[in-house]
């Protein structure tokens, strides 16, 4: 079975390959463009491979109406309509251009979720590389259809799908046209806890849908999203601000400049750390190998003498025979004399057979 991988911006993204780490600017420009400029520049100093924003308003993701239905209940927004969240949020589309040409001046990769095929539209004629299908919008096939039809790569966040949910937005991503597909595991919790995670799910999504699989991690440290690596996880997106304290909708829940840069380094330690199934000996234990266990004489002893176990010991350094010859060294006749602490050595004995 060949290992899946997808290509965006000339980036290879796969198990073989380091994790891909895209910075989600989200809302946390909090309504200026100079934060945003400066949220793709640290994250490009940062070390993250990609910045990614959300391309909507708030008229084509919700309705402006306050009954019950569209109001939020609970959690970070609680007591907000939805469509006073989004129009708070919400990145103007005027500011896409700037942003697009800064990033790549920049030299980092920059896509964005599209909400609607208005979004798509604006994308394309900005020549995003890459396309990402948020959780909320996982269930909507004609949207990741109409994105498949522009050939880019996708990635799909499955917050809150099922199996069968997020097998239905496959084979609509395919249906479409898409060549290239990566799914996120994901969690829709603003924060979420490490412990709604379960990791594990990652090595099955990767099994049982043949695909780059990667984590949209929403808790409030590295440690998540880092051990995901292990698990398998090639793309790693974090919620990222200048400001977790900033007051913006999504900065209580979005790495500063410090953790994205320790996101990134870490990751790659951990991915690094992966390597291979190798049981040989590797290169920064060679130095060490001459302070392994190995058989010396204790006592001195002459020619003639038969070694008996008050005359040799199992000790540090390596540089006798090794102690599983004991058995056979025990009874064996010395053919010159030897000196206390130095190394049995199988010249100096007549080995009993």
Request: net charge negative.
């Amino acid at each position: 079975m060949s290992i899946p991988s997808i290509v965006i911006n000339g980036r290879v993204i796969g198990a073989e390959a380091p994790p891909y780490i895209i910075a989600e600017l989200s809302a946390n420009h909090n309504g200026k463009i100079e934060t945003a400029l400066k949220i793709i520049e640290e994250a490009k100093s940062a070390g993250a491979d990609a910045i990614k924003l959300q391309t909507y308003k708030a008229d084509t993701i919700t309705l402006d109406c306050d009954s019950e239905e569209f109001q939020i209940r609970g959690g970070l927004w609680d007591g907000r309509s939805l469509y006073e969240l989004y129009e708070e949020a919400h990145m103007p589309w005027e500011w896409h251009g700037p942003l697009f040409d800064y990033a790549r001046k920049l030299g980092i990769t920059i896509f964005s979720s599209p909400f609607d095929s208005t979004a798509v539209d604006l994308l394309e004629n900005l020549n995003a590389p890459a396309y990402k299908i948020a959780s909320f919008e996982a269930v909507d096939l004609p949207l990741i259809k109409y994105v498949a039809s522009t050939g880019k790569p996708m990635i799909i966040s499955t917050g809150m799908a099922d199996d069968q949910e997020i097998a239905e937005a496959i084979e609509a991503a395919r249906d479409g046209g898409c060549k290239e597909l990566a799914i996120l595991h994901c969690v829709s919790g603003y924060p979420a806890p490490a412990e709604d995670y379960n990791l594990r799910t990652i090595v099955d999504m990767t099994q049982r849908f043949g695909l780059v699989t990667g984590l949209s991690d929403h808790t409030l440290d590295n440690t998540t999203a880092i051990a995901s690596v292990a698990l398998g996880a090639c793309i790693i997106e974090k919620h990222f601000t200048l400001d977790r304290n900033g007051g913006g909708p999504d900065d209580s829940f979005s790495l500063e400049p410090q953790d994205l840069k320790a996101l990134c380094e870490g990751s790659k330690i951990a991915w690094s750390a992966l390597g291979k199934v190798d049981y040989g000996r590797k290169s920064s234990e060679s130095v060490n190998v001459k302070f392994r266990r190995s058989l010396y004489f204790v006592r001195d002893g002459v020619a003639g003498d038969t070694i008996t176990a008050d005359m040799i010991r199992s000790v540090r350094p390596g540089y006798g025979m090794a102690p599983k010859h004991y058995e056979q060294v025990l009874g064996s006749t010395l053919l010159v004399d030897v000196r206390r602490n130095t190394p049995v050595l199988e010249g100096l004995l007549a080995v009993k057979r």
